[in-house]
T-cell receptor
Framework: GAVVSQHPSWVICKSGTSVKIECRSL??????MFWYRQFPKQSLMLMAT?????????EQGVEKDKFLINHASLTLSTLTVTSAHPEDSSFYIC???????????FGPGTRLLVL | AQTVTQSQPEMSVQEAETVTLSCTYD???????LFWYKQPPSRQMILVIR??????QNATENRFSVNFQKAAKSFSLKISDSQLGDTAMYFC?????????????FGRGTSLIVHP
């Protein structure tokens, strides 16, 4: 099956710093990538959708200047949490979809802790 | 907007027994996809099974099968011969095939515990 990787899997940072999370599709071309946030024991909350080569579409309530998304190639999307604060601590998950659009494949997630 | 309802926050089952997780959804569309995803303690989301709305036949993947009732907008997941490794959160998801966005809507999840 399709494999999506995420890096790093764990990150701890100081308040005010920026953190970049990478999402890669390893064996297929991801025309669309999604970024989710998940709080403990809750469902996935879609943050934004990105298509290769174009600007990301952010969900209502998600600050685009806070969560910068870049989908520069068909295999890589990045999420940068700028000026991170403790309330940004969460589990961030990316997913990718190829040209056969009906199935998303998920990365393993990144646990972010902002001190 | 579509909504997905998973009415069972928690379920438990004995190893080797069968359990059914419920999911209902609300949509006015006719062409869509339904999914069940599993999220074990590692938190990696894993696709369990997928159903196309235009197919009447229920999807099956080994011990996992669905009961897709399109008129009732119901999409339950049956796990047969439950194994300890089936312990996980299970999310039902709906995705419209119209409009080109193909963005899924997830339910709130059902936590399944398989007891030895």
């Amino acid at each position: 099956g399709a494999v999506v990787s995420q890096h790093p899997s764990w990150v701890i940072c100081k308040s005010g710093t920026s953190v970049k999370i990478e999402c890669r599709s390893l064996d297929f071309q991801a025309t669309t990538m999604f970024w989710y946030r998940q709080f403990p024991k809750q469902s996935l909350m879609l943050m934004a959708t990105s298509n290769e080569g174009s600007k990301a579409t952010y969900e209502q309530g998600v600050e685009k200047d806070k969560f910068l998304i870049n989908h520069a190639s068909l295999t890589l999307s990045t999420l940068t949490v700028t000026s991170a604060h403790p309330e940004d601590s969460s589990f961030y998950i990316c997913s990718a979809r190829g040209r056969l659009a009906e199935t998303q494949y998920f990365g393993p997630g990144t646990r972010l802790l902002v001190l | 907007a579509q909504t997905v309802t998973q009415s069972q926050p928690e379920m438990s089952v004995q190893e080797a027994e069968t359990v059914t997780l419920s999911c209902t959804y609300d949509t006015s569309e006719n062409n869509y996809y339904l999914f069940w995803y599993k999220q074990p303690p590692s938190r990696q989301m894993i696709l369990v099974i997928r159903q196309e709305a235009y197919k009447q036949q229920n999807a099956t993947e080994n011990r996992f099968s669905v009961n897709f009732q399109k008129a009732a907008k119901s999409f339950s997941l049956k796990i047969s011969d439950s194994q300890l490794g089936d312990t996980a959160m299970y999310f039902c998801a709906f995705m419209s095939a119209s409009g080109g966005s193909y963005i899924p809507t997830f339910g709130r999840g059902t936590s399944l515990i398989v007891h030895p």
